[in-house]
Nanobody
Framework: QVQLVESGGGLVQAGASLRLSCAASGRTFRIDGMGWFRQAPGKEREFVAAIAWNSGSSDIVNYADSVKGRFTISRDVARNTVYLEMNSLKSADTAVYYC??????????????WGQGTQVTVSS
């Protein structure tokens, strides 16, 4: 199994920055990519950002249009940790942020493992 533990959430004012961390443990060899999702009250969970390992080349990253240019996903291979650097936060970014991970099946990352979530609240 794979365990994911998120940290770094909190309450900030609009325009501020936060960095979320997601540490993976257990059978991490099963992971080919990790992502961040978020769920605001009364809304469905939505994709935020993802990073996929790309053997022999740079990792492949993707972002939701709503966070492009403001959020950056990265990873520390040695620590089995993925980060989400969030800048210029808006009240619309308020949500519980979940980390997910999984293997690549065919060409897509299948998110089989999920963290418990960390709350991000942005006050305007």
């Amino acid at each position: 199994q794979v365990q994911l533990v998120e940290s770094g959430g909190g309450l900030v004012q609009a325009g501020a920055s936060l960095r979320l961390s997601c540490a993976a443990s257990g059978r991490t060899f099963r992971i080919d990519g990790m992502g961040w999702f978020r769920q605001a009250p009364g809304k469905e969970r939505e994709f935020v950002a993802a990073i996929a390992w790309n053997s022999g080349s740079s990792d492949i990253v993707n972002y939701a249009d709503s966070v492009k240019g403001r959020f950056t996903i990265s990873r520390d291979v040695a620590r089995n940790t993925v980060y989400l650097e969030m800048n210029s936060l808006k009240s619309a970014d308020t949500a519980v942020y979940y980390c997910a991970a999984g293997p690549r099946i065919r060409t897509k990352i299948t998110y089989s493992y999920w963290g418990q979530g960390t709350q991000v609240t942005v006050s305007s």
